[in-house]
């Protein structure tokens, strides 16, 4: 059946298998699948770092984590901070019963713009935002040079 121009310009709404001519729901929008199945695309957590002269302090967004899930590891280069949660939810009555789990975690390597003793680490945890202060420990990696 052909369609109205109205029909022809709402962009998104259907999608025609040409090969077919069936119209089906667009599945983008109906089917939030990464939420519908406990798994979360914001697996990079954001970071600043600053230098603070002879020490690097590094903060990393870490919403809706606990303290105990965090894991944070200082080489003398980098920095790895990952964490892992699981949630779940149950509803049960006389003729219904629901239940859900969702995993979500978050995983960064942070490579380090100088060497840095890993010994002097420091780890706050507050509010969802892990603060890092750690000790420089030599000069910066690389060396500048100037264009001629």
Not at 11 to 21: N, T, V, Y
Not at 105 to 129: C, E, H, M, Q
Request: no cysteine.
């Amino acid at each position: 059946m052909p369609k109205s121009k109205k029909e022809k310009g709402e962009k998104g709404r259907l999608l025609q298998i040409q090969s077919q001519g069936i119209e089906i729901p667009q599945l983008e929008g109906i089917f939030n699948l990464p939420r519908r199945f406990g798994l979360s695309l914001n697996t990079i957590p954001d970071v600043d770092m600053a230098d603070e002269g002879k020490s690097i302090k590094i903060t990393v967004d870490l919403p809706g984590i606990a303290k105990g899930d965090i894991r944070l590891n200082v080489e003398k280069d980098s920095i790895t901070v990952s964490a892992n949660t699981r949630k779940e939810h149950e509803s049960k009555s006389k003729n219904y019963y629901y239940s859900e789990r969702s995993f979500s975690g978050y995983y960064r390597r942070i490579p380090l713009p100088t060497d840095v003793d890993p010994d002097s680490s420091k780890a706050k945890f507050n509010n969802g935002s892990l603060e890092i202060i750690i000790k420089k420990n030599g000069a910066p990696r690389g060396k500048k040079i100037e264009i001629k």
